[in-house]
């Protein structure tokens, strides 16, 4: 059934009347993926075929089990026409969306549901073939519990951090001492295809499929977590970049400092408005005598994490307040820089530093007001993600559905 999951050797392989067939079953479904349910007629106009090559075409799908017959559409006057609509237990996309220290992994149907999800799973993610291997061994099991035929599951997406190149299914930020692509590695570990991607572009997808964003087509999504990410969607489409890799908005240098950045350079954007700068700033405000509810021992400095300080945030902290404020004064400036030169018609905040709200939002708002042109971020509306930490996950699901309904491999 995964034979519409076309590779570049299966295209070479196949006549140019196989693959047109192929193209227009998928110029089909992707077609219902968007619109949902659709008449003969509304297919034959979308898609600019005839009606016999039409029906055709749905009943090979049909036979295919891809496609169903929904039946009569009574809400058209006069004769009603027969609805056609993917089915969507026939078809299955796995994705893994890969965190420092836990794994989200979920599985979604045809129609884009959530089928099983499981969240947090703890593991930690360090460049080591034992890293690769128990990664490895968290799908299995979890395909394993899914009680669904291997074969109808068509593709696993995967999120890394890092600089990840989707198009050779390459990653240069982890697991990468192996010759072949990382997305090979795991599909000859798993049997079955695999798409790769970084998880700022995998959660920016998710929220512009099915996430806040709304009829807007130019959305930058920021992954504000222990370092900063982005992803651009331009005109409707994921922006790569000529080399895979847009998005390192957490590397652009913005401040005049000494703060030597994760990168290796200096004044970097995450040197004073990340996640790790946020630990780092709160740490030494501690060391010089700043009390929070957070500390009672110095000791227990060693144990602080971004996690702790934000539920410490939510928990009415003064310190941790005032700090992710500062923060996010710091981090309204480089969006600031982005709006100007993007002009977007919105931004969404995502990731774990997003989930502390106004906290970071007004402060970020300010700055957005104070450092960007008033004529352009008029235009340009900022919301919070609502997928929340499922962004990532549900993002990878769609993306492998949408590289399995693309017309080329």
């Known amino acids: 059934m995964n034979k519409l999951f076309l590779t570049k050797q299966s ?4 006549s140019g009347v196989a693959y047109k067939s192929i193209h227009q079953k998928k110029r089909l479904l992707a077609y219902f993926a968007e619109h949902g349910p659709a008449a003969i007629g509304d297919l034959r106009r979308a898609l600019h075929l005839s009606v016999p090559k039409v ?13 169903k017959d929904y039946g009569k559409d009574n809400s ?22 890969v965190h420092r220290t836990f794994v989200n992994i979920a599985l979604t149907d045809f129609q884009k549901n959530i089928v099983k999800i499981k969240e947090q799973v703890p593991y930690t993610l360090s460049n080591t073939q034992e890293s690769l291997d128990a990664l490895c061994l968290l799908i299995k099991s979890f395909m394993k519990e899914l009680g669904q035929p291997r074969e109808k599951i068509l593709g696993i997406g995967v ?3 890092g600089r990840v190149n989707s198009a050779t299914g390459f990653s240069y930020s982890f697991f990468h001492f192996e ?13 079955i295809q695999v798409v790769l991607e970084n998880d700022s572009r995998a959660m920016a997808y998710g929220e512009f499929a099915a996430g806040v964003v709304e009829q807007e087509r130019n959305v930058l999504f920021l992954n504000l977590d222990y370092g900063i990410g982005m992803g651009m969607v331009l005109d409707g489409q994921l922006y790569y970049g000529k080399s895979g890799y847009s998005g390192e908005v957490g590397h652009m240098p913005v401040f005049d400092n000494n703060i030597i950045c994760q990168c290796g350079k ?6 004073e408005a990340s996640g790790w700068a946020l630990v780092e700033r709160f740490k030494n405000r501690v060391r010089n005598g700043a009390t929070t509810q957070l500390v009672q021992n110095p000791e227990h400095l060693k144990t602080i994490d971004l996690e702790a300080i934000i539920q410490t945030a939510q928990s009415d902290d003064v310190l941790a307040i005032e700090l992710i404020a500062e923060i996010g004064e710091q981090l309204g400036r480089g969006i600031a820089a982005l709006i100007n030169v993007f002009n977007p018609e919105l931004v969404v905040l995502g990731g774990s530093l997003a989930a502390t709200g106004d906290y970071i939002r007004l402060p970020l708002l300010s700055a957005l007001n104070k450092y960007s042109l008033s004529l352009v971020s008029n235009d340009t509306a900022l919301k919070v993600s609502n997928l929340g930490n499922r962004a990532g996950v549900l993002g990878a699901c769609l993306l492998v559905q949408h590289r399995f309904l693309a017309t080329k491999a």
């Open 76 to 97: 058209t006057g006069g004769r009603p026409p027969n609805l056609y609509g993917l089915a969507a237990e026939s078809a299955y996309f796995l994705g893994v969306d």
């Open 266 to 271: 200096k004044g970097c954007l995450e040197t």
């Open 179 to 191: 010759e072949q692509p990382l997305s090979e590695v795991l599909k000859d570990k798993l049997g």
């Open 55 to 67: 029906t055709a075409l749905l009943n090979e799908l049909m036979e295919e089990q891809f496609v």
């Open 11 to 14: 295209i070479d392989q196949m």
């Open 159 to 161: 999120n890394l951090t």
